[in-house]
């Protein structure tokens, strides 16, 4: 397999073990998203060209002012809103959302997304995402243009971050007890460290919030000695702030997904010029630099990696054998969800 702002206040902490709503999507308890988005965004539309619907953060800056017209962005502060849009009429013709949220949509909201010759230059491994996990042969209906490995991000812990071949049991180390911010996601909790009872009632103890949206602001803050995030929103900080390290553990990392999507009943035809501009120079050391690393095979990522430091490099474009170990998160079924639930509930400390 191939592939290649400034902080906020920390909020108050989800309290450890709770289930947040965003925390029951993610796991696919639940993908009820009627939120009454149309009154969300009557007051958000502007123009009457196509517009690409996205929430804070999810794209990067330098290629959404890209954008040709008559295209437009538009902007809403949570990926929760712009997931419960994608059913809303309107000029709304690309939807950018994470796998995890995409997956939770009803595939009646949803067109192919075209585009073949871009998406044949995707590594192998874009492939199953590009079909939102359905089986060989099904219509593709998402672009893939960004991938980031879960990692640990520690503040001041150099002892743990120069450890020999960490893994995810790194984040059982006593001195971490209470200061860890785990994710939202309860799955992705259980897919770091096992399905083990004993091992994830451990690492619930170690749990100072599960908060994966504000955990580096528990990080930056003092709070949180440890958060487990996806890589692309520390690479903009890991040059400038000495007090982080990034550990990407030896034995692989689940993957975070950036999708564009193509809401049903849309005509308008794909600017594939932009879309092609991610997957290549000038603009495409820009997004590295930013994080945002399109899953293009190593070959052609490697020589622009070069210009980086070898650290950084190494985190953005990790070893083929990393990489081998690195795993995509298919949606569950019912049976798998409720059994998830129970174990997590097992393992409250």
Not at 14 to 30: F, I, K, V, W
Not at 217 to 233: I, K
Not at 249 to 263: F, S
Not at 330 to 342: D, E, H, K
Request: with cysteine.
């Amino acid at each position: 397999m191939e592939f290649v702002p400034p902080p906020t206040p920390p909020p108050t902490p989800h309290p450890a073990g709770a289930l947040s709503r965003r925390q029951t999507l993610r796991l696919g308890l639940g993908v009820g998203l009627g939120l009454g988005a149309g009154a969300v965004l009557a007051g958000c539309q502007r123009g009457q060209g196509p517009q690409l619907l996205t929430s804070e953060g999810s794209m990067p800056q330098a290629w959404l002012k890209a954008l040709p017209a008559p295209w437009e962005s538009r902007l809403l502060p949570q990926p929760t809103a712009v997931a419960a849009a994608t059913n809303w009429g309107g000029q709304t013709a690309l939807v950018q959302l994470s796998d995890g949220w995409a997956s939770g949509l009803d595939r009646s909201q949803l067109q192919p997304f075209g585009a073949p010759q871009l998406l044949a230059r995707l590594s192998p491994a874009a492939a199953a995402v590009s079909r939102l996990f359905g089986p060989p042969g099904s219509p593709v209906v998402a672009f893939p243009w960004a991938f980031s490995p879960w990692v640990i991000v520690l503040r001041n812990r150099p002892d743990l971050a120069e450890a020999r071949n960490p893994n995810w049991d790194l984040l059982l180390d006593p001195s971490l007890r209470g200061k860890v911010v785990l994710p939202s996601s309860p799955r992705l909790s259980i897919e770091l460290i096992g399905a083990a009872l004993p091992e994830l009632r451990a690492l619930r103890r170690q749990a100072l919030a599960y908060d994966d949206r504000d955990g580096l602001n528990l990080v930056l803050s003092g709070d949180a000695e440890a958060a487990v995030l996806p890589l692309q929103r520390l690479v903009p900080l890991l040059r400038r702030d000495s007090r982080l390290q990034v550990v990407l553990p030896r034995n692989g990392a689940p993957l975070n997904w950036q999708l564009l999507l193509r809401p049903a009943g849309i005509t308008e035809p794909l600017p594939l010029g932009w879309l092609g501009d991610a997957l290549a120079a000038p603009l495409l050391p820009t997004l590295l630099g930013g994080g945002w690393v399109p899953p293009l095979p190593s070959r052609d990522l490697a020589p622009l990696l070069k210009r980086f430091p070898a650290p950084l490099a190494e985190l953005l474009l990790p070893a083929e054998a990393v990489l081998q170990r690195c795993w995509s998160l298919p949606p569950l079924n019912s049976s798998q969800q409720l059994a998830l639930q129970t174990l997590w509930d097992a393992a409250a400390p």
